[in-house]
């Protein structure tokens, strides 16, 4: 339960502040697995938030910070027959 | 052949009818995810034990494409499709279970269900089958549970609903056919439903989260996986999810008809002898010949529906009341009875046609092929109750190019009472002269039961060709 606590301060400290609900909201739904795995997930909180916090420092991020967007994977959760 | 309207979303692959049988035509990646799913454990043992549509190949069926496909599917053709809107409480949770144990089988095998539509679930023997086979595909490492936001839109949030605020699901799923968002049950949830199982995270932080990253331009999914995310996590979730899912039940505990039986036998609707008679009417009705499909209009919780069942291969036993369904649907399982399908429908509303160019989701009677219509106990309903005139009801019934056994419950009856008590009586056409002659311009009357002293009758009708 800490870790889920601790995780959930985390994220809100992170959380943008504008938003558009019509772009993709599948990607908060991601990233509340590493939340709801709990103690399982501490690690990979952990590591992705560490990406967070080192990628202005990188040659990735400075390139997406001078506007190079990432295309998401073209896997639509959405599909069925 | 003929293409399946509600197969487009997934361009890898196609559900076409040839006679009455059904294929899947694949693309390339598609017959590779097929042939990693078909070479698995799992895939046979879940079609041994029914919990996914029969499947085999159907390489011959290509000869007669036009060669943009690279491999066929043959299933299993279920005799009738359900929609999620249509099934009661306890239908959705057993879909939802059938997916999550499907889910946590799969990844064992290095396996992932890239979606969780509802919609790519059917009832067969009244029991749940996956019938979406292309959904399954190789988990790609470090890879998260994609389909996680739309199971809880077409799973979890329905259920949360009904289980802890005694929402009826079904005419949310049936105006929202992607499902019931995050932000929308948010909404219908107060403060204390946050203290509920699950729902300050799945619904109020899920609901949070993805208003804040919805103008996200980063592969968030790609970074999950270069942060190490595995197969266990998924797990857990699922797991974490099932077990709150499985102690879930609609939260109301009762309702107008739930209580039928009891009802009926206390209110002097009927005494008991008169439900023997009414039973032995119907069964000798069903077998004027053999009977594929028997719909039951107003079932209740489903007394008649099962006197119907023992002369016919399949039984569609419908009612707008979700709880007297929800009963009629535990009975079926507790007694193991397999060929009765119990819908939420309201006769008055039936299922439209709608989805994508009003195609993708069927209207009832397009899906349905009864050769006998029970419609009991309902006449003064739809007529006093829902102000349908009574020469529509009859000709919508004759519409449906079946024999039909109808009871009228007469003026003197006290539910008719009842109806008419606060209402001005302008119901000149609810009357036994009215109906028999409005009858008789399409069905044949072969035979009229009195029941109650004379206060409701049945009548046998053979429809006219």
């Known amino acids: ?81 | 052949m003929q293409e399946e309207a509600a197969s487009f979303r997934d361009r890898s692959s196609r559900v076409i009818y040839r006679d009455s049988e059904v294929f899947r035509l694949l693309d390339a990646q598609a017959l590779s995810a097929w042939k990693d799913f078909s070479s698995t454990k799992f895939a046979s043992k879940a079609m041994a034990r029914g919990d996914i549509i029969q499947t085999t190949e159907a390489s011959a069926m290509l000869a007669s494409t036009n060669g943009s496909w690279a491999g066929a599917l043959q299933h299993e053709r279920l005799p009738f499709v359900s929609y999620p809107y249509e099934w009661c409480f306890g239908m959705l949770k057993d879909a939802a279970l059938l997916h999550l144990e499907l889910l946590l089988e799969a990844l064992e095998e290095g396996l992932m269900i890239k979606d969780s539509s509802a919609f790519n679930i059917q009832f067969k023997d009244c029991r749940p089958v996956f019938i979406d086979i292309p959904s399954f595909e190789k988990w790609k490492p470090g890879e998260p549970w994609i389909a996680y936001r739309q199971f809880c839109e077409m799973f979890l949030f329905p259920l949360m609903l009904g289980a802890y605020k005694g929402i009826e699901f079904q005419p949310l799923l049936r105006s929202e056919l992607d499902g019931i968002s995050a932000d929308y049950c948010r909404k219908l949830f107060s403060a204390r439903d946050f203290l509920r199982g699950g729902a300050f995270s799945h619904v109020y932080l899920q609901a949070k989260l993805q208003k804040a990253f919805a103008n996200s331009n980063r592969s968030v999914k790609r970074e999950l996986s270069a942060s190490g995310f595995h197969t266990e996590l998924i797990k857990i979730n699922v797991r974490k999810i099932r077990k709150l899912i499985s102690k879930m039940d609609f939260a109301a505990a009762d309702s107008t008809w739930s209580e039928y039986e009891k009802v009926s036998l206390s209110n002097d609707t009927y005494g008991s002898e008169d439900q023997r008679v009414k039973a032995q009417f119907i069964g000798e009705v069903c077998e004027w010949k053999p009977r594929e499909e028997v719909s039951v209009l107003g079932c209740k919780t489903g007394t008649y529906a099962l006197v119907a069942a023992d002369h016919a291969d399949r039984v569609l036993a419908m009612d707008a009341d979700h709880l007297a369904v929800e009963r009629l649907y535990q009975n079926l399982k507790k007694k193991e009875i397999k060929n009765v399908l119990p819908l939420v429908m309201n006769v008055c509303n039936l299922s439209p046609a709608q989805g994508w160019k009003g195609l993708e989701r069927k209207r009832l009677e397009e899906r349905s092929q009864p050769s006998l219509v029970l419609a009991l106990a309902l006449i003064h309903h739809v007529v006093i109750s829902a102000n349908v005139p009574m020469v529509q009801l009859i000709e919508w019934l004759a519409s449906l190019e079946a024999d039909l056994v109808i009871e009228f419950a007469t003026r003197e009856d006290p539910m008719v009472q009842r109806l008419l008590l606060n209402k001005e009586d302008n119901y000149c056409d609810y009357a036994q002269d009215y109906l028999e002659q409005t009858l008789k311009r399409f069905f044949s009357i072969e035979s009229v039961k009195q029941l109650n002293g004379g206060q409701r009758l049945l009548f046998a009708c053979r429809r006219l060709s």
């Open chain 1, 1 to 81: 339960m800490p870790t889920y606590i601790f995780a959930v301060i985390c994220f809100c400290l992170v959380m943008p502040e504008t938003a558009f609900a019509y772009l993709d909201p599948g990607t908060g739904s991601m990233l509340l697995q590493l939340l709801l795995a709990g103690l399982a997930g501490a690690a990979v909180v952990c590591k992705f938030f560490w990406q967070q916090i080192s990628r202005p420092f990188s040659r990735g991020g400075k390139e997406e910070a001078e506007g190079t967007v990432e295309l998401e994977d073209s896997s639509d959760p959405n599909r069925e027959d």
